[in-house]
């Protein structure tokens, strides 16, 4: 059997490999395979060494698969990394178990107990965290028939969904239910009736957004040979019953021995024993005699000696009858309390052998721990070695440079609970902003942080602990003074300000100033100034001698180097320019006057010259020295004064002319004649107005005509001389009068004259629609208002002129006086339509006329009105009696009778039936066609003529009289609501065809019937509405046509005016969602749409409690609402709409979260702790902690040389971030800003910018043996070019390159063809072979063609790149930039 068992073992090996690397089996169920294969292999005899051969394959595939599947394998119970030792006492374990079960009525698996877990997420936010289980599942050995459950209790952030499956990949049973227990808060998988088929492994998934967590458990179901015989039984009972011996004592012995004690009478009944009494006690000594090989100890439990703060295990290999039986582990006579430990104890089963697992032992741990199986008690001694506390550390001085952190790292032999002090300087150490005090999570590492260390911080720092001391020295190292800012050469004129400046690393320094060598710090020539870090000199009004070399000598204590800087002071001899010359003036005779010059040079004097001439002594000048400022001041103008100035300096000269001026003037005499009398001029003549003036020089002449300037056109005309100016207005209107204004202007000032014009004309016709206060046969009596403008003269009268309505002359009706605008005219026809119309006069002539509306003397006289419509009775199918009723209005004069017209119907053309007038209102029309429907219509007449035709009548057919309409059947409700019930039937069968319905409704309390309606109903259905809600109708109907009316027929039941009983259900139509996000301070406001009837009961709940009235409910008939006017954090939770009738409830959640502007971070600290980053750290904002919605940091950042900040990072969790890419020598500023869904907070700043420190010089002083290289020379070559780059609107560029040569070639960048290796713009460096240039915060004018030249005594060689720069909004040029970037042409 060997030799053919063996190769399938193999084969059985490489096949579970080869699903493992195809299907992606995890690494748990391939461990099963591989158990499997090695009882297979222990029971055919296989050698280990051939199991270990394919166990290192199998390790190897392991290593080369993903990072989840290493994390899996490691944490399971079955690990890729199993010893071969190992691997064979499971084997062997597991080949006993065969032996002992190999039995055919069993099934028996390994019992497999295993534990993984992946993380999804690379970076899991604070307060989250991936599934865990919280206490472990155990597996189950149960006999078939029996219940299973495995309970498992999940912990995470968010909250896990957990699901189960079995390893075997087939379905859960149907008898498996799985459900959560909410008290206990654990997942449970129970399986009732446990069959063969149930035997597998079976998985708990507990899975989240960050991760996932397996818990794997083994399921193993022996046979129940009760369970057997009672299927024999039940086969047995189907089947005749023959006739058998009773069986012997042994062999129904053999029988009871798998039965339920239950049943053992039922089956000796069965098999008619009938010593019951006899074979149960026979059975309890067979029992006896089995349990005492229950438990059967292989390896028995051993004492263990184990140092404090180690792991130690006790171990026992016991051979066990019922894989069931309790187990109990006892601390002396003390029940272990294992689930209740938190993981100081731990129980493991692995195969036959049972493990006491106990994590960090201490003396209390110290005893006997006794085992508990069955009858069965195995103890061991754990004794525990507690060594004495020491110092693990090296007490060696330490050397901190300045301004750094100290760190001092003291390890202990174990942990202790006596308290470490630390002292400096006999002073204990006390944790506060200079001294930071923490102890490792192993609590064996104590740490002492002395932050930002000075020269005062030097000392023996002492650590006592118990009775154990040490002392360790810090020595300072002071940090070397550096010049952040040199001291640059100044070039100043003769008697100007010099200052000369530097600003040090440290404010803590001694400072020298020297002059060419010699010590000036003493002298009182100079001016020395010390703010911080900064050293200034000033040196008022410089002289040559004062040129030379400054320099500044810094020293510090404890530190023997003397720093210097030093520049050079370059005194220049100046003259004097001119900073503001003089400029030309005017003055009045008299007037003061003022000529200035300025120059840039106060010190420096000057002369004054007129017409080329010093002035020395001028009457009524003063000549004035301010500083730089030179005037020539005159008291009072004269003829004398004019003429050309000119101011001479050292080096500066300026010219002016002064010239006299007198403003214009108006003579008063003239202005006095025009204000008396108003210049007068009738329309049609010319006005002339003309006004003298005088005034040096002429002045500018401008007229205006009721304040706007009058313009020159073909009636107006300007005219100008020396000493006056006229105003010609041809033509004249009456709108030309008005207010007219001179206004003369010169630089030396203005004049105004003010006159009136006056143009007389004829007045304009009188105002507003005439009224008319009495039309009558005998009168019209008319009134009107007088004219708005007279025209310049008195009206004298008013002319009223008539005409008849049709006629087109006019004839003189009369003339009233100016002192009345009324006038009646009495000589008029009653009837008679007149229009007329009135004329204003004056001395001038006549106005235009105001003309009325036509009116009518008396009442008029009019066609009559319109008839009723005609009516048709009497049918036949040669006639046909029509009647009417006489019009309402007979238009003032009686009708005198009547003309009635038919057609055919659907034809235009009508026919008169009568030749006379009708006189009667009933006319029998004969000689119609039979069958031919017809339309008839009246026209009343009166004396003045016929009226208009009446409404035409219904189109009625000619035939004999018809049949009344039978009984109306089928009557009933369609629908019906509270005000209104719907209502259908059936036409009648007997009688002729309706033309209509008549409906009679009456309420339960009334005794009349009323129609429903005015006319008959055409329909078959009809809807009677405003009604009573809830009142009681009852319903009665009968059809009617030309042949009459039928009979009625009533409803047999009242009708309730109420809509169908419906149950309560909301109509939301997607208004609403389950879920609402509202900022604080805003309103809270839930509105729900429901259809119920009767109408429900409306109630809120808040988190399943009853609503407090702080909110504002309103209800309707079909809607509710829910407000709150100003929302609260508080009111966060889940709002319930309830609503109830007598035929149902129902109800809507809404979970509402209030939220608002988060709140901003705090103690931004700021940390270069590698060149060219910062560490940003700060204290969490509290509207971030408990914000579950995607709350996050942005970090931004800004370069001192620009106002604009620019992103750095978004969607940051956490209070720390380090921002690299910083430019080495720049100044930054940095800011943090909390945002959430609703929106950002205040922004949190840097106080002060961050310098980046510069790449530190190498070490001179080291000595080192140069390597002599052997000669080689390259010419520059590029290995790696340029490439193009695409860049953000205010981002960084960075582009680079390699390249070899040799010598080492000289790099030199240009943009375009101008060279900007040496702008202070750009950032560039060259070393080991790579070329890099940095362009921070780029602009649009930094787009272009770069191009990199590199040159040694060999040769040249060049490469070039173009930089895009691209804002957000461009999406086209996105787009093709994109497409770019995927060819790799384009670094975006």
Known sequence: MDKYCLPLVKLSFQISVCVYQQSGTDWHHLHIIIIMAAELLQATGGTMEQ???????????????????????????????????????????????????????????????????????????????????????????????????FKAKVVGNPQPSVSWERASGCPLSDATKSFHDNINNQHILKIKNLALEDADVYKCIASNKHGEATYSISLIVTENPALDFKKMLKKRSVEKRQEKKPPTEEEML????????????????????????????????????????????????????????????????????????????????????????????????????????????????????????????????????????????????????????????????????????????????????????????????????????????????????GDLTATVPLFIERIPIEFTSHMKNVRVQERGKALLECEMSS?????????????????????????????????????????????????????????????????????????SGMSDAQCPTGSPAELSVVLDDEKVDGVWLKDGVEISELSGTQVVKQGAVHKLIFSGVTDAHGGKYTFRAKGAESEAVLTIADPPEIDSSVLDLWGAQPATVKAGQTATIKIPFKGKPLPKVTWYKDGVEVMEDERTKVERTADSTSLVLSRCVREDSGAIMLRLKSDCGTAVANLHLNVIDHPKPPQGKVEFLELSGKCIKMKWKAPRDNGGKQVTSFVIERRMAGKKSWTRAGEVDSSTTVFCDDKVEEGQVYQYRIRAVNAEGTSEPLETEEVRAGEPIEPPGTASQPQVSNITKNTMTVSWTPPAHDGGTPVLGYNLERRKKGSNMWLQVNKELLTDTKFMVDGLVDDVEYEFRV???????????????????????????????????????????????????????????????????????????????????????????????????????????????????????????????FDLQGKLKNQMVVRAGMSLCLHFSFIASPPPVVTWFKDGILTTGKEVITKSRNNSQFLISSSQRSDSGIYRAHLKNDYGEAHYDVNVRVTDFPRPPKNLCLEEEVPGTV??????????????????????????????????????????????????????YFRVIAQNSIGDSDPLDSKEPLIIAKEKECISSLRLKEYASPPRQVKPTFLLPLKDHAVRKGHDCTMSCAYQGMPTPQACWYKGELKISDSPRFWHSTANGVCTLVIPTCGAKDGGEYTLVLENPLGMAKCSCKLVIFDKDDKGLLESLANQANKEKLIL
């Open 507 to 579: 404010k803590d320094v001694h400072v020298r100033w020297l002059k060419d060598g010699c010590d000036i710090t003493a002298s009182r020539r100079y001016i020395f100034i010390r703010e911080g870090k900064r050293a200034e000199v000033i040196i008022e009004d410089c002289e040559l001698t004062d040129e030379g070399e400054y320099s500044v000598v810094c020293t510090q204590d404890n530190d023997a180097h003397e720093y210097v800087t030093s520049a050079n002071l370059t005194v220049d001899e100046r003259f004097a320019s001119v900073k």
């Open 939 to 1065: 026209t009343s007449v009166n004396r003045a003529g016929a009226g208009s035709p009446s409404t035409i009548s219904n189109a009625v057919l000619a035939k004999d009289p018809i049949r009344a309409p039978g009984l109306v059947r089928n009557l009933f409700v369609s629908d019906s609501t509270n005000s209104s019930i719907s209502l259908r039937w059936t036409p009648p069968e007997q009688g002729d065809e309706p033309s209509g319905y008549i409906l009679e409704v009456r309420s339960e309390d009334a005794k009349e019937w009323m129609k429903a309606t005015k006319i008959p109903i055409a329909g078959t259905a009809f809807t009677m509405g405003g009604l009573q809600e809830r009142m009681k109708y009852h319903f009665r109907i009968r059809a009617v046509n030309e042949g009459g009316v039928g009979e009625t027929i009533e409803l047999s039941e009242g009708v309730l005016a109420m809509p169908p009983p419906v149950a309560p259900r």
């Open 254 to 465: 053999k029988i009871l021995a798998g039965a339920d004690k239950k049943d053992y009478e039922k089956i000796c009944a069965e098999y008619g024993f009938t010593d019951f009494r006899g074979i149960l006690k026979k059975l309890k000594e067979m029992k006896k005699k089995v349990d005492v090989e229950m438990v059967r100890v292989l390896k028995p439990l051993e004492d263990i000696t184990a140092k404090a703060d180690t792991d130690v295990v006790f171990d026992t290999i016991l051979e066990l009858k019922d894989p069931n039986i309790r187990m109990q582990w006892f601390l002396g006579a003390e029940l272990l309390r294992i689930q209740y430990s938190h993981g100081k104890y731990e129980v493991k089963q692995m195969g036959t052998k049972h493990m006491l697992c106990i994590s960090s032992v201490s003396l209390s741990d110290m005893g006997t721990y006794t085992l508990q199986v069955g009858d069965k008690r195995l103890s061991a001694r754990l004794s525990v070695i507690d060594e004495p506390l020491k110092f693990l550390s090296d007490f060696k001085p330490k050397k901190v440079t300045e301004r750094q952190t100290a760190v001092f790292d003291i390890r202990l032999s174990k942990k202790t609970d006596a308290p470490l002090i630390w002292k400096v300087k006999g002073k204990e150490v006390k944790r506060d902003e200079k001294f930071d005090v923490s102890l490792s999570e192993d609590g064996l590492t104590y740490t002492l942080k002395i932050k930002d260390v000075k020269v005062s911080d030097t000392g023996d720092y002492t650590i006592s602990i």
């Open 1175 to 1228: 560490t940003l750290q700060w204290d969490h904002s509290p509207d971030l902690v408990d914000d579950d919605e995607g709350a996050h940091y942005v970090i931004l950042k800004r370069d001192t040389s620009t106002a604009s900040w620019f992103t750095v990072a978004e969607r940051v969790f956490s209070s720390k971030y380090t921002v690299t890419g910083l430019l080495p020598g720049r100044k930054y």
């Open 51 to 149: 199991m270990e051969q394919q166990m290192r394959q199998m390790s190897g595939m392991q290593m080369s698969s993903s990072s989840s599947s290493s994390s899996l394998s490691s944490s399971s119970t079955f690990s890729s990394s199993t010893s071969s030792t190992k691997l064979r006492k499971v084997s062997q374990g597991l080949s006993r178990t065969m032996e002992e079960h190999s039995g055919a009525q069993r099934r028996i698996s390994a019992v497999v107990e295993s534990f993984s877990q992946v993380q999804k997420s690379p970076q899991i936010p604070k307060g989250e965290s991936v599934p865990d289980f919280e206490e472990k599942l155990r597996p189950i050995t149960a006999q078939e028939g029996d219940n299973a459950v």
